[in-house]
């Protein structure tokens, strides 16, 4: 009775029959330590989570890539990467026929503006308003709608040795690039900010656009007016 050999088998045969009650008859919770480290985890992430949103309401996000791939912008294959921070966007674009570099940033105020619109049409099919925080949507949108401009020439020989040849912008709905805490020339009725001895170039410029716009219409054309610009 007491050879080694017994003794291991009843200590298995032990150790099977508390396994097979275990299943049998589940605990009713879990066991104290299996629950304490659910609640450190969910702990975690409450305060990672409430850690974001700080950093978000101070300016403090964190810069992340969201993109970076090949695609094709206003006739001309870029390796393009962007980055968010917050619900602001930077795009960095690579031009290897070029050798050139093409820079772009799409601010927060111009994200909403952008939604605005966009949720607008998209009420008019019957769709849902898409949101800010709903960033993959958002890069979507911003992605097809990118463009290539000419840059705002810098004040200095400094400042235009860093701008690349063509600037990375964002098209509203309308098909004109956004600018920041701006609206496009076309819609500015109201803001009375023309100097006065350009008012009658601005309304020759915006008759002879509309002009072209409803010609490429009627003969079914595609309106680019980046190259209007």
């Known amino acids: 009775g007491n050879h080694p050999l017994h003794s291991a088998l009843w200590r298995w045969e ?16 879990a066991a104290p330590e299996r629950q304490a480290g659910r609640e ?28 970076s791939r ?24 690579l031009d290897p ?14 994200v909403q503006h952008l939604l605005v619109e966009v949720n607008r049409e998209r009420a008019a ?6 949101l800010l925080e709903d960033h993959d949507q958002v890069l979507e949108i ?4 990118l463009a290539l401009v000419d840059p705002i020439a810098g004040m200095t020989s400094q400042l235009k040795d860093q701008e690349g040849k063509k600037a990375i ?8 690039p956004m600018r920041p805490n701006m609206r496009p020339i076309i819609g500015r009725g109201g803001l009375h900010r023309v100097l006065g001895d350009t008012k009658g170039s601005i309304k020759k410029w915006e008759k002879n656009v509309r002009k072209k716009i ?16």
């Open 14 to 29: 032990e150790k099977r029959r508390r396994s097979l009650t275990a299943q049998k008859y589940p605990p009713l919770c």
């Open 40 to 67: 450190l985890v969910s702990g975690f992430r409450h305060r990672g989570a409430a850690a974001a949103m700080e950093r978000d309401e101070n300016g403090d996000a964190i810069v992340t890539e969201v993109f």
């Open 70 to 93: 090949g695609m094709r912008i206003t006739r001309r294959h870029v390796y393009l990467k962007v980055f968010r921070c917050g619900s602001s966007y930077k795009f960095t674009g």
């Open 97 to 110: 026929v070029a050798n050139d570099t093409y820079k772009g940033f799409f601010y927060n105020d111009q």
């Open 125 to 130: 099919e019957g769709a849902g308003p898409i």
């Open 142 to 145: 911003i992605l097809g709608r």
């Open 169 to 176: 912008v964002v098209l509203d709905p309308a098909g004109m």
């Open 214 to 229: 409803t010609k490429m219409q009627a003969l079914g054309q595609e309106v680019d007016i980046v190259s209007m610009i």
